[in-house]
């Protein structure tokens, strides 16, 4: 097998190998990283594998091909994929279902792409290496998963950048509860500013010369190529059993998750429409509607994981589909306010019994207004339909629980991390105050 290298979305003249690009995160020109080829993974590709270890090696060995990493690929995917992906169907007829992504540690489906980077890294680090600094931007959930994938690890630090205010209390708590060797900052300012705070940071001499920095968020591949192993998981699934492809819709937000699945789409997975569903941040949909990229400051919704202004990972997505044409025809995308998000929620209990974190809330009402624009009705309807649940709904029970008017049962594992204490710093905006706050790696704990 060739040897896989990914190229920079800016400039397709640098490349890296798998190991390095998880390590630098982003390249050094400050673009995305991408495979330059695609292999060809049809579902023949997966033989019998059903379970997502071993639909993860095979999907991923193309693209740790000739890496140094590529002899502990079953073991990395055997260490991660440990939770179940389920599919809950919605109503009788089999054509409309749920991908429960949220069976992991932190309960969001961000556990999968950061444990699959903790296992990557934690192998790349010998013992004598300067630690490496892992720094994430969260919304709310990537910081906690990226803290539970990587606390204990040894010779890797991790920095949590989230908003101060801005994440629920229950995240909130998922960010702060671990010590050791991670560190939470709370970010005066919102989400977008803790993104530029990242990639100021990447660009900086001085910082890079005191540690070496990685950075754990969607722009590492190290964290797009396992989400694709779900949508893999769930296509082959549904090919194997109907033989039709499976369309998804996915609360987007930086859109990481979504660009999963459109590389899945690629290599060959049996994979139909992809729909994004954003919250009241409506950059992406409006791009689709107007021809003209406008990032904007993000905007705070109940689906706040999603509140994302300027999008890394669209850089992808044009990287994949150059002309405006093209990604039209790839994607598809609306913006869900707030008060349908509540709607939607209510509905899922009534309906069926279900119930939504509000960012899978807007995926169910995407797919509410797809309904209606197709004029499908509950015994004709299309393709089949699978709407990803992205976080549990008691991440969020201070917004679900008086929607649905009774409390949500807290998942065990979430349970155990509410029993921690807590420590974060405070910092400003700004690259000297995250310089300052890193040399110092100082916290009061408070319980
Ligand atoms: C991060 C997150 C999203 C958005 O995912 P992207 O990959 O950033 O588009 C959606 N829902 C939840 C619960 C999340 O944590």
Not at 166 to 171: A, F, M, N, R
Not at 322 to 338: G, M
Request: net charge neutral; charged share 20%.
């Amino acid at each position: 097998m060739t040897a896989m290298e990914f190229t920079s979305t800016r400039d397709s003249a640098k490349t890296a190998g798998f190991a390095a690009a998880l390590l630098q995160g982003l390249a050094p020109d400050g673009g995305l990283y991408v495979p330059r080829a695609w292999p060809e993974l049809g579902p023949e590709s997966f033989g019998d594998a059903g379970d997502l270890p071993g639909i993860a090696a095979r999907l991923l060995t193309p693209f740790v091909a000739g890496d140094p990493l590529a002899a502990s690929l079953s073991a990395i995917t055997s260490e991660v994929f440990t939770f179940p992906a389920p599919l809950a169907p919605l109503g009788t007829d089999g054509r409309l279902s749920v991908l429960e992504l949220f069976h992991g540690p932190t309960a969001a489906f961000k556990d999968f792409g950061a444990r699959f980077l903790a296992a990557c890294l934690s192998r790349l680090r010998g013992p004598g290496q300067r630690p490496l600094t892992m720094l994430v931007a969260t919304s709310g959930d990537t910081g906690g998963a990226v803290a539970a994938a990587f606390h204990g690890r040894p010779g890797i630090e991790v920095a949590v950048l989230f908003p101060k205010g801005l994440v629920s209390p229950t995240q909130e708590r998922q960010l702060t509860c671990w010590g050791g060797n991670v560190q939470s900052f709370a970010v005066r300012g919102t989400f977008d500013d803790c993104q530029r705070l990242v990639k100021q940071a990447f660009l900086d001499p001085e910082l890079r010369e005191q540690t070496e920095l990685s950075s754990a968020n969607s722009i590492n591949l190290g964290r797009l190529l396992p989400q694709a192993v779900y949508y893999a998981a769930t296509s082959l699934a549904i090919w194997r059993q109907s033989g039709e492809k499976a369309s998804f819709i996915i609360p987007s937000g930086n859109l990481g998750n979504s660009a999963a699945c459109t590389w899945a789409r690629k290599v060959g997975l049996p994979i139909g429409e992809i729909v994004l569903a954003h919250n009241a941040n409506r950059t992406v949909p409006d791009y689709l509607d107007s021809g003209e990229w406008r990032p904007r400051p993000s905007v705070a919704t109940l689906a706040s994981a999603m509140d994302v202004g300027n999008p890394s990972n669209m850089e992808r997505l044009r990287a994949m589909f150059p002309e405006l044409h093209d990604l039209r025809t790839a994607v598809s995308a609306f913006a869900v306010e707030d008060k349908d998000i509540r709607t939607r929620i209510r509905a899922g209990f009534e309906q069926f019994g279900q119930v939504w974190c509000p960012h899978t809330a807007t995926a169910a009402e995407a797919y509410e207004r797809l309904s209606a624009a197709r004029h499908w009705s509950p015994g004709r309807r299309e393709g089949r339909w699978v709407l990803a649940a992205t976080a549990h709904p008691a991440k969020f029970r201070e917004i679900v629980e008086p929607l649905i008017g009774r409390p949500v049962a807290v998942p065990e594992t979430l349970a155990k991390l509410f029993a921690r204490p807590t420590a974060c710093t405070e910092i400003e905006a700004d690259l000297t105050a995250l310089r300052a706050a890193l040399g110092r790696r100082t916290s009061s704990w408070k319980s």
